[in-house]
T-cell receptor, first 109, second 114 residues
Framework: TQLLEQSPQFLSIQEGENLTVYCNSSSVFSSLQWYRQEPGEGPVLLVT?????EVKKLKRLTFQFGDARKDSSLHITAAQPGDTGLYLCAGEGGTPLVFGKGTRLSVIA | NAGVTQTPKFRVLKTGQSMTLLCAQD?????MYWYRQDPGMGLRLIHYSVGEGTTAKGEVPDGYNVSRLKKQNFLLGLESAAPSQTSVYFC????FGSGPYEQYFGPGTRLTVT
């Protein structure tokens, strides 16, 4: 069974701080996706990383896929209250996607 | 495009009652999924479908049934609701299943079983 472990589970920071959340597995994935879920809504895709070592930037968010395609990280620079939400990673290694349990981020103004 | 829609948004059931949750997508996606989300448990897959007329079990299928009679619709049924089925239910769809395809989620149904 493929599992994705996300850490930390909860994170509360002040506006303007930087943070990194992690998504780790002992399994190799063909690709990895990051979703953000805001309260009362369904998750929305932020990015997909496909190649080992790949780095993608989305404004203040930087996503990295590990060289061995077993882990990924999400770094947020100068966090804003609008970044508050649940961040989920999901690995593709067949059907269906395997989701981590998420990191719940709270950015305080 | 409406994307993925779910009906109803909220529901309260008594133990033993039955109900059906409806999911509809207008993106001509082949794959559809039902998840439940509980605090600290993340998204857990209940059932999924790889195409019209097909269904498959996910991680937590017990107590639920599904049907995909039309490509655009995926129904989730609870035959005899139990308090353990209190949760937020999300439907999702994707163009295909294998490959880096985005899953599009509906807004969720909050179900309480008393």
């Amino acid at each position: 069974t493929q599992l994705l472990e996300q850490s930390p589970q909860f994170l509360s920071i002040q506006e303007g701080e930087n943070l990194t959340v992690y998504c780790n597995s002992s399994s190799v994935f063909s690709s990895l996706q990051w979703y953000r879920q805001e309260p009362g809504e369904g998750p929305v895709l932020l990015v997909t990383v496909v190649t080992g070592g790949e780095v993608k930037k989305l404004k203040r968010l930087t996503f990295q896929f590990g060289d061995a395609r077993k882990d990924s990280s999400l770094h947020i620079t100068a966090a804003q209250p609008g970044d508050t939400g649940l961040y989920l990673c999901a690995g593709e290694g067949g059907t269906p996607l395997v989701f981590g349990k998420g990191t719940r981020l709270s950015v305080i103004a | 495009n409406a994307g993925v829609t779910q009906t109803p948004k909220f529901r309260v059931l008594k133990t033993g009652q039955s109900m059906t949750l409806l999911c509809a997508q207008d993106m001509n996606h082949e794959y559809m999924y039902w998840y439940r989300q509980d605090p600290g448990m993340g998204l857990r897959l209940i059932h999924y479908s790889v195409g019209e007329g097909t269904t498959a079990k996910g991680e937590v299928p017990d107590g639920y049934n599904v049907s995909r009679l039309k490509k655009q619709n995926f129904l989730l049924g609870l035959e005899s609701a139990a308090p353990s089925q209190t949760s937020v239910y999300f439907c999702a769809s994707s163009l295909f299943g294998s490959g880096p395809y985005e899953q599009y989620f509906g807004p969720g149904t909050r179900l309480t079983v008393t």
